[in-house]
């Protein structure tokens, strides 16, 4: 099958068999979209939300008899839908009961099961970041098209249904758990709870649904709106009749996370039981959650005889239980793009292409990953994936956000580190406890710096919070990154829903409280260390400042008959001495004595357990990997990295090679790539992953070798288009029959275009010339970000990101980032129409496509290829040559190439990959 074409503004004319455009159900997305806000054009009132994937759900919903990822599905039985039930509707046969909907954008997907036949008729909208499906159904028709009846519910104000709409909210149940509930539970719950002597004014405030309901004054909190709530005006203080605690004022920060909790949508646990008392446990015991598949031993798998390449024996083995074919393999442009941007986030070259083209070896493409994994640009794709991960940002942010002038030797240490393949387990042990090593150089020294990058209340009063929470932001994101898990769910209590007891938690607190990042916290903002390195530049500067000091000496006692040029040479020696050496530094850690730590009751630090809770890991893995003992002279950092690195660990390969995975696919083989809990998802392929997990630590933890073992598998060379019965009985790709189209990050976006255009500097590592290198605050400076730098160097302040990082979806350098939410907002199509940085870019492949004296055709055809990767349809030659003429007409002459390579690099195949 050949390579689906498109017109000039990206609009695809196939269908989901690759032919040409059929009914609403066949039509791809991007095409139905504009297509049925055209049909919306004249609608006079707002809807609810923008348009999403028509065809995946009407796959899923319509699907009649289709099996989907767990089975087939008998008439009138529950359809399956995201890995839940959707409850069939009652409808007469044959009667479409779904042809009056509208998708919108915002709709948690596991939220789906809730909907019953009752409810199908409402409207469950719920804004988020995002985009995923909601269903309504219709109550009052608008218009009519081709693909049914277009309908409009207004937002029902209901407290229920907006209770509803955001319970399944992981992140947000996450933020809930976390700086919610233990507020209220300390602050409120003596006089609000069901513990409470005596309730006062009706008001339950232990429970989500106490909230919700409110008391003798009404509903506590309106879900989005916090201005109407009546929880944040008693928390603000701005009302005398109305101030909560009554006696003392929460801080500003937790009156923060209550307004910010409220703006979400109130999101909470869905399952009431989980409300319980903080510190008591309601999620399963260590010993049943031990049965959990992500804390069972990884197996030594048999590899299906269904194909050559292990990974496709597995994939192919579930397709065929379904009766299903996979897609046919991409044509060659399309390959070579799609994996020239998945290993170094830049497309081919011309050059690249035409080789690729001609070489018709049956070993050419893996020749192609060979090389793509051999170049510099590799370390800066995946190292920016990993730095997602580990929240790396050049400031503090929060409310002292200084600046971090040595984080970017972190930056610098993964870029080379994923460039030299180092095997992933001593890339663990460095990073956690790289300082301890017998004889620490500069690397392993650089590679702590990323426990110390979290954002840090710096001028928190109370220097014991101020700890604990440093020590809960680093077992959030080391938990999170390493483990797949959300073990800083269990500070203030239990986990409601793994098997982490509070105990756990303090036991891997107590680590980290032995450990310290911070050398003085009397001054506001508390003072960062920074390591000096053991380099043998920093002897040179040693030296030299020896020497100016003593030469400062020397000068103040030549100058002892003048009093005045005697105190100009002391005050400036003074200066010298109290800065330093210059020498060359980073953002590290150092052993603190050693402590154990006491649980601390709802996560306060004023109210302990008796007994303290000895320092070491969570008891769930121990029957699957023995745990270390922790040297009680040390902090337990040593012990904690080989722990994690422990070949019989369940989670550490398993969590890898999923992000592997979903680095190549756009999602995991578990879609929750940061979650392998009991709320996680599970693995669409088990034995694959347990595979691949086991063949990753039998190849030396190589992360480049796992990289090609996936990559020359047939399943990541699929064509992203499939037939009407995959695409039917499989909507969400599940099975992975297909590849799947993925839209670019921000980086690629930005770096692609300066590539195009030739103006990219390709420099590997380094400080950006300019930016901010001493302590000051810092909010961000435009210039910097017109260094033609990939977009890995340049600063990153987290309370002023460059414009482009979050229209493209990347906002919060504050937290741990699994992937990257792709949303399509109206932002970024403006951003791509009138940005500066695009325009002249524009200009410059204009420019260069003038210079050729093959005349207009055969420059679009060269810019086709510069831009796509692949030659232009004759059909696409002549719409470039009809705008062009278009444009001359209207006196545009000088500027209508320019417009062309503009409008293309503001399409969807520019910032799409098939």
Known sequence: MGRPRRRLFGRRRHGTDGGERGGAAESDPFLVIPE????????????????????????????????????????????????????????????????????????????????????????????????????????????????GDLTFVPMLPSLILMSLAVQGDAAGVEFYEKKVRPVLADACGACHSASAKRLKGGLLLDTPEGLLKGGDTGPAVVPGKPDESLLIKAVRWQDPELQMPPKKRLPEAAVADLVRWVTMGAPRPADPAAAAPPGRLTGPTPEAGAKHWAFRPIRDVAVPPKAPHPVDAFLLASLEAR????????????????????????????????????????????????????????????????????????????????????????????????????????????????????????????????????????????????????ADEQIDVLSKTFLGLTVSCARCHDHKFDPIRAADYYALAGIFRSTSLITDYKPRPAILFEAVLPIPANEDIRAEFGRKVAGLKQEIAAAAADPKKTKELQEQLKKVEADGAPTHRAMSLMEAAPRDLAVHIRGSHLALAKEVTPRGFPKVFEAAVAPPAVDPKRSGRAELAAWLVDPAHPLTARVMVNRIWQGH?????????????????????????????????????????????????????????????????????????????????????????????????????????????????????????????????????????????PIFDYSDMAVHLDKRPATIVAQQALFMLNNAL?????????ESLRRGDEGDDGRARRAWIRLFSRPPAEEEVRAVLYHLERFRKQGLADSAWTNVVHALMASNEFLFVD
């Open 665 to 805: 696919f756009g999602e995991g083989i578990v879609r929750t790539a940061s979650n392998f809990g009991l709320k996680g998802e599970a693995p669409s392929h088990p034995e694959l992953l347990d595979w691949l997990s086991k063949e990753f630590i039998r190849q030396g933890w190589s992360v480049k070798r796992m990289h090609r073992l996936i990559l020359t598998s047939a399943a990541y060379r699929r064509s992203s288009a499939a037939d009407a019965t995959l695409a039917a009985k499989d909507p969400e790709n599940r099975l992975l029959g297909r590849q799947n189209r993925r839209r670019l990050e921000a980086e690629p976006i930005r770096d692609a275009l300066l590539f195009i255009s030739g103006a990219l500097d390709l420099t590997l590592g380094g400080h950006v010339k300019g930016a901010p290198q001493g302590k000051s605050y810092y909010r961000g400076d435009e210039e910097h970000y017109q260094v033609p730098r990939r977009t890995v160097y340049l600063p990153m302040p987290r309370q002023k990101p460059y414009e482009l990082l």
């Open 36 to 147: 049925l806000r055209a049909a919306l054009g004249a609608v006079d009132r707002p809807l609810a939300g923008g348009l999403i994937d028509l065809r995946a759900a009407r796959g899923a919903l319509l699907g009649g008899n289709g099996e989907y990822a767990g089975g087939a599905a008998a008439p009138g039985a529950d359809r399956r839908f995201g890995g839940h039930l959707l409850p069939a509707p009652r409808t007469a046969p044959g009667r479409d009961p779904f042809r009056h909907l509208l998708i919108v954008t915002g709709f948690p997907r596991n939220l789906l099961p809730m909907i019953t036949d009752e409810k199908i008729d409402r409207l469950f909208y719920h804004h988020s970041t995002s985009p995923r499906l909601a269903l309504f159904k219709h109550r009052e028709r608008v218009t009519t098209s081709k693909f």
């Open 838 to 846: 695009v325009r002249r870019q524009a200009k410059a492949v204009a």
């Open 323 to 470: 009766g299903l074919s996979p897609a046919p393999e991409a044509d060659r442009p399309t390959l070579l793009r799609r994996v020239t941007f998945d290993l170094t986030g830049l497309p081919p070259t011309p050059e690249e292409l035409q080789a690729f083209l001609e070489d018709k070896a049956p070993d050419a493409f893996e020749r192609v990953v060979d090389r793509l994994l051999a170049s510099p640009r590799y370390g800066e794709r995946w190292g920016r994936h990993w730095l997602d991960l580990v929240r790396y940002a050049d400031s503090n942010g929060v409310d002292e956000d200084v600046n971090h002038p040595h984080a970017w030797r972190y930056r610098d240490y993964v870029i080379a580190s994923f460039n030299q393949d180092k095997p992933y387990d001593r890339f663990i042990t460095e990073q956690v406890a790289g300082d301890l090593a017998a004889v620490p150089d500069a690397e392993s020294i650089i590679a702590t710096g990323w426990l110390a990058l979290g954002p840090k209340m710096l001028a928190e009063p109370d220097l014991e919070k101020m700890k604990m929470d440093i």
